[in-house]
């Protein structure tokens, strides 16, 4: 199941939503709130689309940039998973809040990466948060399955 849930997610990712307004729209939205929250921790910065300019750096907010696979790859997970659909609705919900929280933080970062320390942003951007991403999933994804599973029973049937 997972790997269908998996399969079905990549195609609908390229075939269908990178060339959607919906698409463009969402990249315009993260691009707003990683410049609200620059902004309110003293970065001024202007967002026009999906780029976030200021001082003598700007960052755009694209393809890759979206979260939407690791998202996908955690909701394959957890439909995957044998447990009600409550627990699974619980799971997507929290990890999905989660892991868009956590990419509106790599946006941010990675302005400020940019902007005032440059040496380090294409390390930050290609190799740090996105192995980043990938292991909240996978812990997020197991915690998930420890929350909603019972523990075993410590306590042996004797007679």
Not at 41 to 67: H, L, P, R
């Amino acid at each position: 199941m997972f790997g269908f849930f998996a399969v079905v997610s990549e195609v609908a990712y390229y075939a269908v939503a990178l060339d959607s307004r919906a698409f463009d729209s969402y990249l315009n939205v993260l691009a707003a709130i990683s410049g609200w929250v620059l902004n309110s921790f003293g970065t001024e910065v202007k967002v026009i689309g999906t780029q976030i300019a200021g001082g003598d750096f700007a960052v755009a907010v694209a393809q890759g940039c979206d979260a939407i696979q690791v998202c996908s790859l955690l909701a394959a997970a957890v439909l995957a998973f044998p447990v009600s659909w409550g627990a699974r609705f619980r799971g997507l919900a929290i990890g999905i809040v989660l892991l868009q929280v956590l990419n509106i933080l790599r946006i941010v970062s990675l302005y400020w990466m940019g902007a005032y320390f440059s040496d380090y942003f294409k390390t930050a951007h290609e190799v740090v948060w996105p192995g980043a991403l990938i292991v909240v999933t996978v812990v997020t994804w197991i915690l998930w399955v420890r929350w909603e599973t019972p523990a075993p029973s410590s306590v042996s049937d004797a007679a």
